[in-house]
Every structure is written in structure tokens, then in C-alpha cells.
């Protein structure tokens, strides 16, 4: 069965520090990658996403992911992080051959920037 | 424009009753879904409906719960005979889908926190 790891669960830094979250799958097929977050009181939304193409993809916010197909990983960073940044960040997985492109998501990452 | 919707916001139920989870999906949007997220863990996947087809119904953790899209667009989710295991945040999310790529973003509601007694 599908899985998705995130190793941190929670990740305090100060303001202007780079962020690295890491995120692993486990699936042998072509699958695509995205990251959400939920910023407190607010509604999951879309980060960034991989489906193809270029392994380094950027999203919003100056945050960019990095797949690494050897590695099933797909690590979200940032390279100085604000105190705005500060929620729950949640990395998915969807497998090309799965009809219902249903998301598998990891467990998340608290992540805490202080001023 | 409108984003997903759901409602309510809050349910506090008692062991053995009934409830029923609404949601709203962005108009439009042929595919939705719902996810179920307990307390400090990702949301897990219930079940998918494209137009008011259940084409995927695996992640149902048992018979009580059931989910109905009759004119694919607004949905609900019941859940029968509600259990403690139950408490969780329920979440709907939509997408276009018109062509059935993997790829398409999935926009979330707000969720319905369930808490049953």
C-alpha cells in the first residue's frame, strides 16, 4: 500500500533561517507529489505540486520541492523562512494508475517561526 | 470566487446517533472527495464521486458511513450509529476533473469537526 513519511513533526526556527522538510513515499508506480499547507484557521490549500517535467518545481510564497526519484522523496524548502510561514505543512501523494486520484498524505509538520 | 463549503462547522453527537455532513463543492467541479483527519494525523481518504458516481468507496471504515452525491454536485456524508472513533474532522475537497488527470488540484473545505460523546 501506499505511504507517505514526514520525519519532523514539529520544527521551530527563528525568522530569516532556511527550512528543509523532508518527505518520503513508498510506491513503485509513477505517482505525483504535491505539498498543502494550513496556515492556522484556515483551510488545507495547494503549495506546490510535481507531476513532471523539471524535478525542482516552485510554488507559492518562494517555497520550491525537489524530487529525487531514487531517493521517493520530495522535500519542501525555503531558503529564509518568515514568521507568516508558521503552520502545518502536509506533503501527498496520488498514483497515476489509481482511478479516484484519491491523495495519500503524510502525518505533517508543525512548523513554528519565531521573530 | 466560492471556495468549498461545508457544514456545519461543529457537530457534538451522542454515542449511537446519527449524523449527517454536508458539503458544497466549487461549481463546476466534477470530481470531490472526502477525508477523514484525526486529531495529529494527515487526512485519510474516504471516498470519491465523479458527477454523482461513487467510483471509489475503499476508505469507508465500515458500513456505518455512507456517502450520496444524487445530482453531482452538493454531498453528504452520514455516518450511522456514531462511535468515539469516530471523532474526527471530516473534509471535502473538489476538483474540475473534466479530464480525469491525476494532477488536478484538489480544493478543501473547511472540514466539520465531529466530536462524538
Known amino acids: 500500500a501506499q505511504s507517505v513519511s514526514q520525519h519532523n513533526h514539529h520544527v521551530i526556527l527563528s525568522e530569516a533561517a532556511s527550512l528543509e522538510l523532508g518527505c518520503n513515499y513508498s510506491?513503485?508506480?509513477?505517482?505525483?507529489l504535491f505539498w498543502y499547507v494550513q496556515y492556522p484557521g484556515q483551510h488545507l490549500q495547494l503549495l506546490l505540486k510535481y507531476f513532471s517535467g523539471d524535478p525542482l518545481v516552485k510554488g507559492i510564497k518562494g517555497f520550491e520541492a525537489e524530487f529525487i526519484k531514487s531517493k521517493f522523496s520530495f522535500n519542501l524548502r525555503k531558503p529564509s523562512v518568515q514568521w507568516s510561514d508558521t503552520a502545518e505543512y502536509f506533503c501527498a501523494v496520488n498514483a497515476l494508475r489509481d482511478s479516484s486520484y484519491k491523495l495519500i498524505f503524510g502525518s505533517g509538520t508543525r512548523l513554528l517561526v519565531r521573530p | 470566487g466560492a471556495g468549498v463549503s461545508q457544514s456545519p462547522r461543529y457537530k457534538v453527537a451522542k454515542r449511537g446517533q446519527d449524523v449527517a455532513l454536508r458539503c458544497d463543492p466549487i461549481?463546476?467541479?466534477?470530481?470531490l472527495f472526502w477525508y477523514q483527519q484525526a486529531l495529529g494525523q494527515g487526512p485519510e481518504f474516504l471516498t470519491y464521486f465523479q458527477n454523482e458516481a461513487q467510483l471509489d468507496k475503499s476508505g469507508l471504515p465500515s458500513d456505518r458511513f455512507f456517502a450520496e452525491r444524487p445530482e453531482g454536485s452538493v454531498s453528504t456524508l452520514k455516518i450511522q450509529r456514531t462511535q468515539q472513533e469516530d471523532s474526527a474532522v471530516y473534509l471535502c475537497?473538489?476538483?474540475?476533473?473534466?479530464?480525469?488527470?491525476?494532477?488536478?488540484?484538489?480544493?478543501f473545505g473547511p472540514g466539520t469537526r465531529l466530536t462524538v460523546l
Open positions: 475537497a473538489s476538483s474540475l476533473g473534466t479530464s480525469g488527470t491525476p494532477e488536478d488540484t484538489q480544493y
Open positions: 510506491y513503485g508506480g509513477t505517482v505525483n
Open positions: 461549481s463546476g467541479h466534477v470530481s
